[in-house]
């Protein structure tokens, strides 16, 4: 499948069970469409090997988890994060169903949800940082675009109880093996997951520093995982800081600006965490730290502990 020039997809095609539980497993010399991206999304989520955001949509994100998985699994490629039949075939050896029936909860309704504000000092005068809607809640928990979510499910009602739609099925997979070593890469604007082995065994989109805050590039420890934490803002570490601003203890939530995972580096001020825009992740600069999306933050914290090694290249 080579890596279409748009990574806008294409507005008239049907998404629905039928065509994309189908598509990559036959006929791969057709020029691949959204339902071939969109499923190539999940079974690279489902193994691992994370494209960010589904949202039926060829990326730079996207293209990089193609490159890593063919890597990791010794399939010849282009370089250029392009799918090919090997690559097909590798991925078609999970048989589960790319999209499923989900059924919406009261719990995933319940709230309460809230406007996040963009001022620290607000965002500190909040009892906690949840979700602004139903809709954003359920787009994070199926790791997909809310846009995806509505285009999955024309007429249904994200925001009611027994309704019943359509989601990645990208939930219940196992969850990794103990991790042996941590390599982020700024260029490729990537985390991989090595096993004890040495084996790569995950990867993830990630946004790397800045020219203000550049990586610190060199070999570093895990010191320590926070779940949910609380952010203690210091405007003096921001070199972007309103003037006037002030120290500001900012609650936990999926919306805190390190989301719902933090992986403290023997670099002080360092981690590595999850973050409340995770359609930015791999597309935008940040303030030094590695950002992930909350989900692939959280499957990373699972597998890492302290005294990991951590190795930041350019």
């Not at 039926?56 to 370089?79: M, P, W």
């Not at 809230?114 to 787009?139: H, R």
């Not at 060199?218 to 800081?241: E, M, Q, R």
């Amino acid at each position: 499948m080579a890596a279409p020039a748009a990574a806008v997809p294409n507005a008239a095609a049907i998404l629905n069970a039928d065509t994309v539980n189908g598509a990559g497993k036959s006929d791969l010399a057709v020029k691949p469409g959204v339902a071939e991206v969109l499923r190539a999304q999940i079974l690279l989520d489902r193994a691992r090997f994370s494209p960010g955001e589904i949202d039926g949509a060829t990326g730079s994100n996207l293209r990089a988890a193609v490159n890593g998985y063919q890597k990791a699994h010794s399939i010849a490629g282009d370089g250029a994060g392009s799918m090919n039949a090997a690559t097909w075939s590798a991925l078609n050896a999970d048989a589960a169903e790319a999209l499923i029936s989900y059924t919406i909860a009261a719990a995933d309704v319940a709230g309460p949800f809230q406007t996040i504000p963009e001022d620290m000092a607000a965002k500190a005068k909040l009892p906690a940082l949840g979700y602004v809607s139903a809709e954003e809640a359920l787009a994070e928990r199926f790791h997909a675009s809310p846009a995806l979510l509505k285009r999955l499910n024309p007429g249904k009602d994200l925001t009611r109880a027994g309704e019943q739609i359509l989601v990645p099925n990208v939930e219940g997979t196992e969850p990794l093996p103990k991790g042996g070593k941590i390599v982020v890469d700024r260029s490729a604007r990537t985390l991989t997951l090595f096993d004890t082995a040495g084996r790569a065994i995950a990867q993830f989109p990630a946004s790397t520093g800045s020219e203000h805050d550049p990586l610190p590039v060199g070999d570093w420890k895990v010191t320590g995982i926070s779940k949910n934490p609380v952010f203690y803002y210091n405007p003096k570490l921001f070199w972007d800081a309103d003037a006037g601003e002030k120290k500001a203890k900012i609650p936990p939530g999926p919306n805190n600006p390190v989301g719902v995972a933090w992986i403290d580096l023997s670099k002080p001020h360092y981690g590595i965490h999850g973050t409340p825009v995770p359609r930015s992740i791999g597309k935008t600069q940040s303030h030094g730290c590695i950002r992930l999306t909350n989900w692939d933050v959280t499957a990373l914290a699972s597998s890492v502990a302290g005294g990991t090694d951590v190795l930041l290249q350019e």
